[in-house]
């Protein structure tokens, strides 16, 4: 495990062209592994817990027509009516909001 400034790695989603986002754990891709296109979402929550709202540019509205009810981290309410869940976010989650760990799912 590599440390910055004192602290665990950051963890990340890399997102490369022509390929699914792969989370790392703070590591430097190969260099001959593709194009790094963008780095989103990274937290620093290496203990598995969720990261703040503020963390992650929650926005109550879809950005570029991507919503958290089309993303894989969110959860639907057990009524199916009302805000669900994420398994990276903290608290209730609007299915029309979006952050910037969202991955198509």
């Known amino acids: 495990?590599?440390?910055?400034?004192?602290?665990?790695?950051?963890?990340?989603?890399?997102?490369?062209?022509?390929e699914e986002p792969t989370h790392t754990s703070g590591s430097r891709p190969p260099v001959a592994s593709g194009i790094v296109?963008?780095?989103?979402?990274?937290?620093?929550?290496?203990?598995?817990?969720?990261?703040?709202?503020?963390?992650?540019?929650?926005q109550d509205s879809p950005r570029n027509g991507n919503q958290c009810s089309e993303c894989r981290y969110y959860r639907t309410s057990e009524d199916g009516e009302s805000v669900g869940s994420c398994?990276?976010?903290?608290?209730?989650?609007?299915?029309?909001?979006?952050c910037n760990l969202y991955v198509s799912g």
């Open 37 to 58: 296109v963008g780095v989103a979402g990274c937290t620093s929550n290496n203990d598995g817990s969720k990261s703040s709202k503020s963390a992650v540019d929650y």
């Open 87 to 98: 398994t990276k976010v903290e608290g209730d989650i609007a299915p029309e909001a979006w």
């Open 1 to 18: 495990m590599e440390y910055f400034g004192g602290r665990q790695s950051a963890i990340c989603t890399e997102i490369r062209l022509g």
